[in-house]
């Protein structure tokens, strides 16, 4: 028990945030938009963190126990790409993406927009977080 704690307690000191970005706009018109283009019109799909969270109408309940999860060891911030912070779009990361925001305040890619789409890509929540976890597994030795 003792290494697991002091194992979580070194993963907890390298990253203190873990944004998700949709590559979406907020809002209630902005996402009804979204929904049209998508299940109506039959567009392509523009976000693939959305595929992965939602439902064709809710959110998934499996992504909710995910991020009730992560929140045990970081603050977890779900944001629109028209919400970033000024901090993070400085970077220039694509959207969808999963940044990692460190105790040195330094943003790390942990899934970008290659990382959606790319013969690895996550297609459901489990795939997702075991994705970001061995990222962060990796990262954190």
């Known amino acids: 028990m003792e290494i697991k704690k002091e194992i979580r307690s070194e993963v907890?000191?390298?990253?203190?945030?873990?944004?998700?970005?949709?590559?979406?706009?907020?809002?209630?018109?902005?996402?009804?938009?979204?929904?049209?283009?998508?299940h109506i019109k039959k567009n392509e799909?523009?976000?693939?963190?959305?595929?992965?969270s939602h439902h064709k109408y809710f959110?998934?309940?499996?992504?909710?126990?995910f991020i009730r999860?992560?929140?045990?060891?970081?603050?977890?911030?779900?944001?629109?790409r028209d919400e970033v912070p000024q901090k993070i779009k400085q970077e220039n990361f694509s959207y969808p993406s999963v940044?990692?925001?460190?105790?040195?305040?330094?943003?790390?890619?942990i899934m970008?927009?290659?990382?959606?789409?790319?013969?690895?890509?996550?297609t459901t929540v489990d795939k997702m977080e075991q994705q970001?976890?061995?990222f962060i597994r990796k990262v954190s030795k």
Not at 69 to 80: A, D, G, T
Not at 112 to 120: G, P
Request: net charge positive; charged share 30%.
């Open 132 to 134: 970001i976890k061995e």
């Open 12 to 38: 907890t000191r390298q990253y203190k945030t873990i944004y998700f970005i949709y590559n979406a706009d907020g809002g209630l018109f902005n996402e009804l938009n979204y929904w049209y283009k998508k």
């Open 45 to 52: 799909s523009a976000c693939e963190l959305c595929d992965i």
């Open 59 to 65: 959110v998934r309940p499996s992504w909710l126990r």
């Open 69 to 80: 999860r992560l929140k045990k060891e970081y603050r977890v911030k779900v944001l629109h």
């Open 112 to 122: 970008d927009k290659i990382s959606f789409i790319d013969v690895t890509k996550p």
């Open 99 to 109: 940044i990692g925001e460190t105790t040195d305040n330094e943003f790390i890619a």
